[in-house]
């Protein structure tokens, strides 16, 4: 069974990720396209540097072919968030990217954007597992990649310039190389290299790279920029005295960052450094959008500057309607994916690193003194994040506990209120709280605290849960 997750439909590669079952999505698409009759302005599909992507990309593409849908190929390895750019830009309907981010090299997968560049909501996902209920495979048609290029059914494109243009459009590009910073990008083995370097190098930016080559195993760590995964790229800041190390993950559409001590910027302090830069120091007006899991701090910055922060579930497609609804400044998550208006309706590692850059270059101080500049006016939290794999009869048992029954351990804190809108959610006195929900992209079950006190009180915390359940 294909089924859509927060993130896209990912699978094992050889168990569920197979030619036929892409085939099936690819089908199920253009059938939604057709019965919308929106097939007029053709498709678009990207692919990252996972095993079977670009062939991935091709299937999908055979099968626009035959069904008549102009089908447009990013022709090299693309960051999700330029395919999505391309969507907007083309004013396509769909757009796909093959990818599975940021989970381990055996996974891939496949994610939907619709008009404007926007991550498929429910709703559309629902509807493309609906039509692949419907589709027997032995009916998908397709067209041989090379034939249908050659009659004009599928072209092959490269839209990083206009890309990179729109993001160095939206930069204080004369600041930047006035800064003459010092960086160092880890694109993780992924996809951000040509892009982010093309960047750097525009801001006249000293720029070196590690983790640049080809590595369908991403070099036997997971492509996601936590503190675990980025020590070489602690080391080479402090190694050559940088100013500030940027990695993304396997898909770029997340951002780690390092400062220029070697010290690991959290994606929740990333988030909330940037809202407090674009309010304070650019003058820019307006809410932000977080989601459940995610630090309230920027509900304090907010709050400090006469504006709001919305929460919302899980799903950065749950952010970007909020952020258009509210017209919101900044929006993200704890797990290092944001945008910013008037950029992409979706998270782009690319484009928030280059904020960074802006930052830095504006404000005329190092990322630290930024950092602790806001820390003097919101204080510090402590933030803990554990991830527990279950089989299906115990998710079944975790289910009942926590949504059925409603159990919960005692915390020994003042509990204000609690909220079941996406996992269950728990919220303290003095704007403390812990989460635990099941992941949308993988079998885990998802602890998440902050707490105003040292790490080892999150910790607690979030130990205080994992026992109760049994974890």
């Known amino acids: 069974m294909i089924k859509f ?86 004013d396509l309907p769909y757009g796909m990217a093959v990818t599975a981010s940021h989970n381990p090299a055996v996974y891939n997968g496949i994610k939907v954007f619709t008009r404007g560049g926007r991550d498929a909501t429910e709703e559309v996902t629902n509807d493309i597992e609906r039509y692949i209920a419907g589709i027997r495979l032995e009916d998908v048609k397709s067209i041989p990649y090379d034939k249908a290029l050659k009659e004009g059914l599928i072209k092959e494109i490269d839209s990083q310039n206009i890309y990179v243009d729109s993001i160095l459009k939206g930069l204080d590009v004369n600041a930047i190389r006035e800064r003459h910073l010092n960086v160092v990008h880890d694109p993780m083995f992924g996809v951000s290299r040509r892009s982010m370097e093309t960047v750097l190098y525009s801001c006249r930016c000293n720029c070196d790279t590690i983790h640049s080559a080809h590595d369908t195993l991403f070099g036997g760590r997971l492509p996601a920029p936590n503190e675990e995964t980025l020590f070489d790229l602690k080391n080479f800041v402090v190694e050559n ?30 988030l909330t ?7 304070k120091y650019k003058g820019w007006h307006g809410p932000a959008v977080r989601n459940i899991a995610t630090t309230h701090i920027l509900d304090k910055i907010a709050a400090k500057f006469g504006e709001t922060c919305y929460e919302v579930p899980v799903g950065f497609k749950h952010i970007s309607a909020k952020m258009q609804e509210t017209d919101a400044v900044i929006g993200g998550e704890s797990s290092g994916g944001l945008t910013v208006r008037g950029h992409i309706h979706g998270k782009d590692g690319v484009y928030a690193a280059s904020l960074m850059l802006e930052m830095l270059a504006l404000t005329k101080k190092s990322l630290s003194e930024v950092i602790e500049e ?6 510090k939290t402590s933030i803990t994040e554990r991830n527990f794999k279950f089989t299906v009869e115990r998710k079944a048992e975790l289910m009942d506990i926590l ?24 919220y303290f006195e003095n704007d403390e709280w812990l989460i635990a929900r099941f992941s949308g992209t993988e079998p885990l079950l998802r602890i998440f605290c902050e707490v105003n006190g040292s790490q080892e009180d999150a910790n607690i915390l979030a130990e205080t849960m994992a026992e109760f359940l049994g974890l």
């Not at 940027?246 to 559409?253: F, L």
């Not at 450094?273 to 309010?279: A, E, K, N, P, Q």
């Not at 209120?417 to 959610?425: A, V």
Request: net charge negative; aromatic share 12%.
């Open 5 to 90: 997750g927060t993130g896209g439909w990912r699978e094992i590669i050889g168990d569920g990720f197979t030619k036929a079952n892409v085939q099936l999505v690819a089908a199920a698409m253009a059938k939604k396209m057709h019965e919308e009759k929106v097939t007029e302005k053709g498709f678009v599909v990207g692919y990252d540097r996972r095993f079977l992507s670009v062939q991935a990309a091709r299937w999908i593409s055979e099968v626009m072919a035959a069904e008549g849908i102009f089908c447009r190929v990013l022709d090299k390895e693309a960051p999700t968030p330029l395919v999505m750019f391309t969507v907007m830009y083309l």
């Open 273 to 279: 450094v940037l809202y407090y830069y674009l309010l």
């Open 241 to 270: 005295g940088q100013d500030i190390g940027i990695a993304t993950d396997g898909d770029a559409d997340r951002l780690g960052i390092i400062d220029e001590k070697g010290n690991y910027i959290h994606a929740n302090k990333i």
């Open 374 to 379: 806001m820390e003097e006016q919101f204080g």
């Open 403 to 426: 949504f059925e029954q409603k159990k919960l351990p005692d915390f020994g804190k003042k509990i204000e209120r609690i909220s079941y809108m996406d996992g269950c959610k728990v």
